[in-house]
């Protein structure tokens, strides 16, 4: 089986957990290897942190994708924002991340995911199958984080469960469904795989 290497460079636990997951679900013809070289932009002396994933990428790309010739690097933010409909916001987090990459990497190479509010709310969707199709959004984060991870909200916990929700067999069928902004990221994931020059 051929592997595909990457980076994933995110806000939080949440996605250290599922995008793994979730990306050999939808390209199972590959096995994903974590490169050594991986940035989440949460420490244990900060707080989630956007900012921190945007000013690290331009660096992060050149370094995983140039210097260390790994395959694609898997970067998304929370766009924050509870409402689809608000597609300019999410079209514009998107061209904003997009414009950090150097023009010496290979844009498709960066696959991106903007979760709609937060990653959580893909979560909330594989925790509840039952849940109509982009109606999550509009729950408050902390009512989600709660229904998802119930008290115990920890890094570790949290991270756990969000590999748990995403390891089901048919996890990533699920958020295609059920969530517009998974669904892109699902599109951005097949193309970023075909770019790879094998």
Same mark, same amino acid.
């Given at each position: 089986m051929t592997e595909i290497r990457y980076t994933l460079l995110a806000e939080g636990w949440a996605e250290e957990g599922c995008i793994p997951q979730l990306a050999a679900q939808l390209e199972p013809r590959f096995r994903w290897v974590k490169s050594k070289f991986q940035l989440i932009g949460k420490s244990k002396r900060n707080k989630a942190g956007k900012s921190r994933v945007i000013g690290r990428l331009p660096s992060v790309a050149e370094a995983s994708l140039l210097q260390n010739r790994e395959d694609l690097i898997l970067a998304g933010i929370d766009l924050d924002q509870p409402d689809y409909t608000l597609e300019d916001a999410w079209k514009h987090a998107s061209d904003m991340l997009r414009s950090q990459i150097s023009h010496r990497v290979q844009p498709e190479r960066v696959?991106? =995911?903007i979760p709609v509010q937060a990653i959580d709310y893909w979560m909330l969707y594989?925790?509840?199958p039952s849940m109509a199709a982009n109606s999550a959004e509009s729950w408050d984060k902390d009512r989600v984080k709660k229904a998802v991870y119930g008290r115990n909200q920890d890094g570790t916990s949290v991270k756990r469960r969000a590999a748990e929700l995403?390891?089901?067999e048919d996890a990533a069928a699920v958020l295609i469904k059920k969530s517009?902004? =998974?669904s892109a990221f699902a599109s951005a994931l097949r193309s970023g795989v075909r770019s790879i020059d094998r």
């Open positions: 696959v991106i =995911f594989l925790h509840d995403a390891s089901q517009k902004s =998974f």
